[in-house]
């Protein structure tokens, strides 16, 4: 009897993945065997998976093309998703930081949400590598579903119970416009593998024509600006954002929408080639769109979690711009900015942390009032924050947004750049509230529940350094993020 | 290639055709003799208890969801097992990570205590 000959494996492509699988499995048993209620150390457990992950990142980085493929082509760990895999770890360990001390605050300290993170951050691991549409697509799921019960975590509170479901019922509604969109371009090209794709329509560029395959690239665009929260798909965002425990938020906003963005960027870029025109009109239009909603209805938000969301989603506008651009630099904005926004972003969630009280309490942006006077370095951090988040200049955040406006200006998208800097500047309206809450009202509480434990102290001492470091030097990342798309 | 579905229509339509005309002809000239009893819902010809609509316990979905998970990985062993030879030593080893991983889940789902009734 022949034996079915062993496809090409190769585990050194999916190091991270596993390592952090295994950290998720053990952490999941010892969580049930350890008795006690403190569950700290499995959050210093994780961190320790997420090192080990990331030193697997950085020796594979430049590894040669034997070393990245595997799985018979369906995983190519490349330059580019090796960046894409230190953001994905960046924020996961900047929340593991932040997390503790909420969850003890919110009395839903359960052990579980070390595993849960370690596995979306797998999965998102899994998308950013995936060649293969139904890689991919696992990925995607191993990401949704582990977010779905994180949304969900705190279990006394009715609204994050109100964002689990709702980010459950429309991730899967979402997930299923991408399923459907594969099975479209597989059925028009015969192939779910990104490079026979491309292959295939070089080959027959009748397929170019072909409604089938259009509508799949379209579905699939639509599958993907759910998950990176483009308007009009943006729906699901602010309350789910708002709902969700702050920690998870802060990760939601950095991790996932970088991990939606590497494969929207793969699938496009490499497997629809030829069609460059048209999804590049088509990503104007959602840029566009992106940034205008979501700076608009950032301006009138009271909460200061779901006017983040409604920020976030213009941040996913202003690397739609770089990615309309469809050039290496844009490219290379979006890695940069991604990276950029995790650090500003998870930082500015950190002080909400700090600042919230029990029952998610407190996070009203008139909830800061005063801050600057009786917590000054809480205040400036927060300011360094938001500015970064506005785009001024000595912090990252103007970096990332010069390099991908540059990039559309390169590619002769002048008006999508001038709509960018217009937004940009609404932006800044909305962010400066918050400031002059903190320094220019009279406080009305003295802020003496504001505890900065050591932990919290690394994350916004890693935060500010990601913000201020690459804010003025930022060669050394830019020409990183310019080698990973150097495909 | 459409014209294969015509036999699926026309049985389509004589059900419909059937179920419809049965339900229209009876009441036309079917005789009505409503009593108390006939009015009454119909449980397996019990009287009926309660509404329908009660809670169930959680249990139950935890026991439901637990069994689809490992009723699955009962469903991936079968073809594994014809092909057993065929695959040699890697699909043993495939298959014993697979199997672990679900053990892991196994015993966290024990060890939480989602297996037991009371």
């Not at chain 1, 585990?11 to 295994?22: D, K, N, Y």
Request: aromatic residues 14%; glycine residues 8%; contains cysteine.
């Amino acid at each position: 009897m022949e034996t079915i000959p062993m496809p090409a494996i190769n585990f050194a492509a999916v190091m991270p993945e596993t390592i952090l699988s295994v950290f998720a499995m053990v952490l999941l048993l010892v969580n049930v065997f350890v008795p006690g209620k403190q569950k700290a150390y499995l959050a210093y457990l994780s961190l320790i998976g997420i090192i080990a992950a990331g030193v697997s990142v950085f020796n594979a980085w430049d590894a040669p093309l034997a070393l990245r493929e595997g799985f018979n082509g369906s995983v190519l760990q490349d330059n580019f998703s090796l960046f894409f895999k230190g953001i994905f770890l960046v924020s996961a360990a900047l929340t593991l930081l932040i997390s503790d001390q909420y969850l003890n605050r919110e009395n839903c300290n359960h052990g579980e949400i070390y595993p849960l993170i370690l596995l979306s951050t797998a999965g998102m691991m899994l998308m950013a590598s995936g060649t293969d549409l139904m890689t991919i697509f696992l990925g995607l799921e191993v990401l949704s579903v582990s977010l779905y019960v994180l949304a969900g975590f705190n279990r006394d509170n009715v609204k994050s119970n109100e964002a689990g479901l709702k980010y459950f019922l429309l991730g899967a509604f979402s997930t299923g416009f991408l399923l459907y969109g594969m099975a479209l371009t597989y059925g028009a090209t015969g192939s779910t593998k990104i490079g026979s794709i491309a292959s295939f329509v070089a080959q027959n560029a009748a397929v170019t024509a072909n409604p089938l395959f259009l509508v799949g690239m379209l579905l699939m665009a639509v599958g993907f600006s759910f998950k990176i929260a483009a308007a009009p798909f943006h729906m699901w965002t602010p309350d789910v954002y708002e709902g969700a425990p702050t920690p998870i938020t802060a990760f939601m906003s950095a991790g996932p929408k970088a991990a939606g963005f590497a494969a929207f960027i793969r699938v496009m870029i490499f497997a629809f080639p030829t069609l460059k025109a048209d999804w590049s009109d088509l990503l104007w239009i959602l840029a566009v769109l992106t940034m205008t909603v979501g700076n608009i209805i950032a301006l009138s938000q009271d909460n200061i979690k779901r006017m983040l969301a409604y920020s976030s989603i213009a941040h996913a506008g202003y690397a739609l711009v770089g990615f309309a651009a469809g050039n290496a630099e844009g490219a290379a904005g979006i890695l940069f900015y991604m990276l950029s926004y995790a650090f500003m972003n998870i930082g500015a969630f950190a002080i909400i942390v700090l600042i919230g009280k029990k029952g998610e309490a407190n996070n009203n942006i008139a909830d800061f009032a005063g801050l600057g006077f009786r917590r000054p370095v809480l205040a400036l951090l927060m300011a360094i924050f938001l500015f970064s988040l506005a785009g001024i200049p000595p912090m990252v955040g103007f970096v990332g947004k010069f390099y991908l406006f540059s990039a559309a200006i390169k590619s002769g998208f002048i008006w999508l750049a001038i709509i960018g800097v217009l937004n940009s500047a609404a932006s800044v309206y909305y962010y400066l509230r918050v400031m002059v809450y903190m320094y220019m009202k009279d406080p009305v509480e003295e802020f003496d529940w504001v505890k900065v434990t050591p932990a919290i102290a690394l994350s916004l001492l890693i935060s500010v350094a990601g913000v201020m470091i690459p804010g003025v030097v930022p060669g050394y990342l830019l020409q990183l993020a310019q080698k990973a798309v150097l495909f | 290639m459409l014209g294969a579905y015509l036999p699926i229509i026309v049985l389509v339509a004589v059900a419909a055709a059937f179920g419809l005309g049965s339900i229209i002809l009876s009441s036309l000239i079917g005789q009505k003799k409503p009593s108390d009893v006939k009015m009454s819902p119909y449980e397996c010809g019990c009287d009926p208890v309660g509404s329908a609509r009660e809670r169930f316990s959680i249990k139950f979905y935890i026991i439901a969801m637990l069994f689809i998970l490992f009723d699955i990985e009962a469903v991936f062993l079968y073809p594994w097992a014809v092909l057993f030879k065929r695959l040699g030593m890697f699909g043993l080893m495939e298959m014993g990570v697979f199997i672990v991983i679900l053990f892991v889940g196994y015993i966290y789902v024990w060890k939480k205590g989602a297996l037991e009734w009371e």
